[in-house]
């Protein structure tokens, strides 16, 4: 009898080793392939005798990254731990809370430095920096100048600057990094610098300027930004108030919720800005860069718009009130010097989020 039971424990136990693996190998068509960690997964390694030592680590690394009915389990822990504790699972995102106690989601890491150190002091404020700021902008203007085309120079602020009352308590706060460099620019007579830290903290009174689970301006920030922008051009109001509507959900996949991996639990504000001469507008793509048409824009004009990821919601705004828009989204495509000739813009936007500076303007060209 004890035999019997002690062959039923060893089956029991070798089915919950395998059960999984099997099981899976017949579920895994039905089931999420999504990264969701957002990171490089270890891949299978190859055995050869000069990694012989270092291969068994390696495996169960790739073992691990690989495991049956990950994502579940991942989905689940994350999930359960939020809930709980109200606490990040993943180092490069920081969850805190505002005086309502909705959840909001900050950026902890950027390319392996720290968004922080742009509110913190710990980042340094050089001189020379400011300097060579300050000279490529008045070089690239006075280049473009001579092929009668106007570059601004839009600089979004990280979401953790606009809203640095919202990190946890813990965190210093101390006078904003790139404001440094856009007084020095003011003191240097550059006017075609726009850093929107004050306009973008000033309008949160009316609605949220960044979504919280996303690490981007929404479309209302995008559009009171280009609306000083395009109004200070022309020095009169060419962009008025549109129709604002707000609606809070948990449908909205922010970049920073991704890499949490926590979906559809935090709430999140969509702020949509409704432009009334869009419905007729146009895109066709070459080579990954983007061309808009609109027939019912406020400005028969070609324009450049140049820019990393919040270039997205910098679209609806600039195509509302020029004819023609070529978008050259720089994660995807190069700028190329040629797109002038190609395209003969009248302006060029430039738009960069304030963690790639100054770098982002220093060595950056358009002619």
Same mark, same amino acid.
């Given at each position: 009898?004890?035999?019997?039971?002690?062959?039923?424990?060893?089956?029991?136990?070798?089915?919950?080793?395998?059960?999984?693996?099997?099981?899976?190998?017949?579920?895994?068509?039905?089931?999420?392939?999504?990264?969701?960690?957002?990171?490089?997964?270890?891949?299978?390694?190859?055995?050869?005798?000069?990694?012989?030592?270092?291969?068994?680590?390696?495996?169960?690394?790739?073992?691990?990254?690989?495991?049956?009915?990950?994502?579940?389990?991942?989905?689940?822990?994350?999930?359960?731990?939020?809930?709980?504790?109200?606490?990040?699972?993943?180092?490069?995102?920081?969850?805190?809370?505002?005086?309502?106690?909705?959840?909001?989601?900050?950026?902890?890491?950027?390319?392996?430095?720290?968004?922080?150190?742009?509110?913190?002091?710990?980042?340094?404020?050089?001189?020379?920096?400011?300097?060579?700021?300050?000279?490529?902008?008045?070089?690239?203007?006075?280049?473009?100048?001579?092929?009668?085309?106007?570059?601004? $120079?839009? !600089?979004?602020?990280?979401? +953790? @600057?606009?809203?640095?009352?919202? =990190?946890?308590?813990?965190?210093?706060? /101390? &006078?904003?990094?790139?404001?440094?460099?856009?007084?020095?620019?003011?003191?240097?007579?550059?006017?075609?610098?726009?850093?929107?830290?004050?306009?973008?903290?000033?309008?949160?009174?009316?609605?949220?300027?960044?979504?919280?689970?996303?690490?981007?301006?929404?479309?209302?920030?995008?559009?009171?930004?280009?609306?000083?922008?395009?109004?200070?051009?022309?020095?009169?109001?060419?962009?008025?108030? $549109?129709? !604002?509507?707000?609606?809070? +959900? @948990?449908?909205?996949?922010?970049? =920073?919720?991704?890499?949490?991996?926590? /979906? &559809?639990?935090?709430?999140?504000?969509?702020?949509?800005?409704?432009?009334?001469?869009?419905?007729?507008?146009?895109?066709?793509?070459?080579?990954?860069?983007?061309?808009?048409?609109?027939?019912?824009?406020?400005?028969?004009?070609?324009?450049?718009?140049?820019?990393?990821?919040?270039?997205?919601?910098?679209?609806?705004?600039?195509?509302?009130?020029?004819?023609?828009?070529?978008?050259?989204?720089?994660?995807?495509?190069?700028?190329?010097?040629?797109?002038?000739?190609?395209?003969?813009?009248?302006?060029?936007?430039?738009?960069?989020?304030?963690?790639?500076?100054?770098?982002?303007?220093?060595?950056?060209?358009?002619?």
């Amino acid at each position: 009898m004890k035999k019997i039971y002690n062959i039923i424990l060893i089956i029991i136990f070798i089915a919950v080793l395998y059960l999984p693996t099997i099981t899976y190998f017949f579920m895994k068509d039905y089931m999420t392939e999504e990264n969701l960690e957002k990171r490089v997964l270890a891949t299978k390694p190859e055995l050869s005798m000069k990694e012989i030592e270092s291969y068994p680590q390696l495996y169960e690394k790739y073992y691990n990254d690989n495991l049956p009915y990950r994502n579940i389990i991942l989905n689940n822990w994350r999930e359960s731990f939020y809930n709980i504790f109200k606490e990040s699972t993943d180092s490069r995102v920081v969850i805190s809370t505002d005086k309502k106690n909705n959840s909001w989601l900050f950026y902890a890491n950027a390319g392996g430095g720290d968004e922080f150190s742009y509110i913190d002091g710990r980042k340094e404020v050089l001189k020379k920096d400011m300097d060579a700021v300050v000279t490529r902008i008045k070089e690239e203007t006075k280049k473009l100048k001579k092929k009668k085309i106007d570059i601004y $120079y839009i !600089i979004a602020p990280n979401k +953790s @600057t606009v809203y640095s009352d919202y =990190l946890p308590e813990t965190m210093t706060v /101390k &006078k904003d990094y790139f404001s440094h460099f856009y007084e020095y620019a003011l003191e240097n007579d550059v006017t075609n610098l726009y850093y929107m830290e004050e306009l973008l903290k000033e309008e949160r009174k009316n609605y949220e300027t960044y979504y919280r689970t996303d690490t981007h301006w929404n479309e209302y920030g995008s559009f009171i930004s280009y609306k000083k922008v395009i109004n200070s051009i022309y020095d009169k109001e060419v962009v008025g108030d $549109y129709k !604002i509507k707000q609606t809070i +959900s @948990t449908k909205q996949r922010g970049d =920073l919720n991704d890499m949490l991996g926590i /979906k &559809k639990i935090i709430k999140d504000v969509n702020t949509k800005v409704y432009y009334p001469n869009l419905n007729n507008r146009e895109m066709k793509e070459e080579n990954k860069v983007e061309i808009y048409t609109n027939p019912d824009a406020l400005k028969n004009e070609t324009v450049l718009l140049v820019g990393d990821s919040f270039s997205v919601n910098s679209v609806d705004p600039v195509t509302s009130v020029y004819k023609k828009v070529i978008r050259v989204y720089t994660n995807f495509v190069k700028y190329n010097p040629a797109f002038i000739e190609k395209y003969k813009p009248k302006k060029i936007f430039y738009v960069r989020v304030e963690r790639s500076t100054p770098n982002s303007i220093i060595h950056y060209k358009f002619s």
